[in-house]
T-cell receptor, first 115, second 114 residues
Framework: NAGVTQTPKFRILKIGQSMTLQCTQDMNHNYMYWYRQDPGMGLKLIYYSVGAGITDKGEVPNGYNVSRSTTEDFPLRLELAAPSQTSVYFC??????????????FGPGTRLTVT | GESVGLHLPTLSVQEGDNSIINCAYS??????FIWYKQESGKGPQFIID?????DKRQGQRVTVLLNKTVKHLSLQIAATQPGDSAVYFC?????????????FGKGTKLSVIP
């Protein structure tokens, strides 16, 4: 199993540009998550999904959108990139409750710089 | 790699010694705690978890201690190895919250001196 994969690994965007961060998992996990990690800070939840077709906002959703058309894929869309979105983005997945739902498996991250 | 290690508390330990990494959590209603390890350039990796009805849990070379009185969590790594060098952070879940509602700490950077 590849686990959770993310593309791209690095990206530089100009202010106002848009992009999609890709996330795929091959563990048949129902739950998927997007986090951002700023230097010296804890992970902040952007969006999550409990299954195909179901998504909801996390703690910091502004400026982002998601979709979940399949169990495997959970892309994160940035519209009108801003410098405040410079961060490292992690996608994660987990089993649904009660089976180890809190053990989240993380991808390697995408480092995004907006200038 | 990512700059997640900047501005974090750092713990330097001699190879072979034991490491103790501490975490203070915020909510007395939290009922589940997790320790993650994040190596440079990689995503966080689950290490060990503990429920609030336990004081101690042991894994392979790692032990987590929970002190609910002072809302403190610690991760002990026995016989620390160079491969243990990473940022370690704890996460807590409030009672009744969903799996998506983990609150993550900022982390501690562990440096192992060969």
């Amino acid at each position: 199993n590849a686990g959770v994969t993310q593309t791209p690994k690095f990206r530089i965007l100009k202010i106002g540009q848009s992009m999609t961060l890709q996330c795929t998992q091959d563990m048949n996990h129902n739950y998927m998550y997007w986090y951002r990690q700023d230097p010296g800070m804890g992970l902040k939840l952007i969006y999550y999904s409990v299954g195909a077709g179901i998504t909801d906002k996390g703690e910091v959703p502004n400026g982002y959108n998601v979709s979940r058309s399949t169990t495997e894929d959970f892309p994160l869309r940035l519209e009108l990139a801003a410098p405040s979105q410079t961060s490292v983005y992690f996608c994660a997945s987990s089993y649904p409750p009660p089976a180890r739902a809190y053990e989240q498996y993380f991808g390697p991250g995408t480092r995004l710089t907006v200038t | 790699g990512e700059s997640v290690g900047l501005h974090l508390p750092t713990l330097s330990v001699q190879e072979g010694d034991n490491s103790i990494i501490n975490c203070a959590y915020s909510n007395s209603a939290s009922d589940y705690f997790i320790w993650y390890k994040q190596e440079s350039g990689k995503g966080p990796q689950f290490i060990i978890d503990i429920r609030s009805n336990m004081d101690k849990r042991q894994g392979q070379r790692v032990t987590v201690l929970l002190n609910k009185t002072v809302k403190h969590l610690s991760l002990q790594i026995a016989a620390t190895q160079p491969g243990d060098s990473a940022v370690y952070f704890c996460a807590e879940k409030r009672k009744g919250a969903g799996s998506y509602q983990l609150t993550f700490g900022k982390g501690t950077k562990l440096s192992v001196i060969p």
